[in-house]
């Protein structure tokens, strides 16, 4: 072969491979980094003015406690547990089989409150569906929510943390801040408190955010000890909102300690 026909053909295929590169490169950073995010504690520390409330997380050692997938029949006894120790939670809560079922037990979590967040109506990953199905499931549970309790939620979790550039439009568009979680005890796959307990324990640092399940058997049982040995370490146990403040949730941003 040529020495000239052989250049010819080891530049293209060097031109080839770094267009191939930038391709890639591009794909990534659309597909990768395609939604604001931010920290609760980034937040708070832009935010101004003064915090509304008896605690200021900027001063105190806070840690936000949220539920998701209720309400069912075990949340009742939560939110006993949770009375007794004067204490607020965020609940993301899910349409089918849990609000449309159970109206009572959302509207004592909103006379008692709780923080109450959307969690979709039936539960699907908003990333592999289309905009207008995942606003539907959003639209279709805030408007339960508001029907039940009076008042339209302004946070929401997706189902399983799954988010991207469309999801963040659709929660911007109907003023929902997106919330996810530094903790989570995996307590849908065990029924053992002792060992949901050991796993929030080890994983909660100040300016976290506590993921549990109030409907998993072994949940509600873990709580007590959870709540006691978090205020022997120093925390006040906070909702989302509450840690948060001064700043005020975003629409579509996403929030992750």
Known sequence: MPVT???????????TAVATALAVALTLALTVTTYDHTSPRAAR???R????????????????LSFDGGPSPTTPGLLDILAKDHLHATFFVQGRGHIAKYPGILRRMAAEGHEIGNHTWTHPRLTEITEADARRE??????????ITGTRPVLMRPPQGRTNRKVAKVCRE???AQVLWSVTAKDYETTDSALITRRVLDQTHRDGIILLHDLHKGTVPAV???????EARGYTIVTVSQLLAPAEPQPGMVYRP
Not at 5 to 14: E, G, L, N, Y
Not at 56 to 63: F, G, H, L, N
Not at 224 to 230: N, T, V
């Open 5 to 15: 026909t052989r250049k010819r053909r080891m530049i293209v295929a060097a031109v």
């Open 45 to 47: 520390d832009k935010a």
């Open 49 to 64: 003015g003064t915090v509304r409330g008896a605690v200021d997380c900027r001063k105190a050692k806070c840690v936000a």
């Open 138 to 147: 959003l639209t279709r549970t805030q408007d339960a929510i508001q029907r």
């Open 174 to 176: 109907l003023g929902l």
């Open 224 to 230: 007590p000890g959870i709540i006691e040995a978090l």
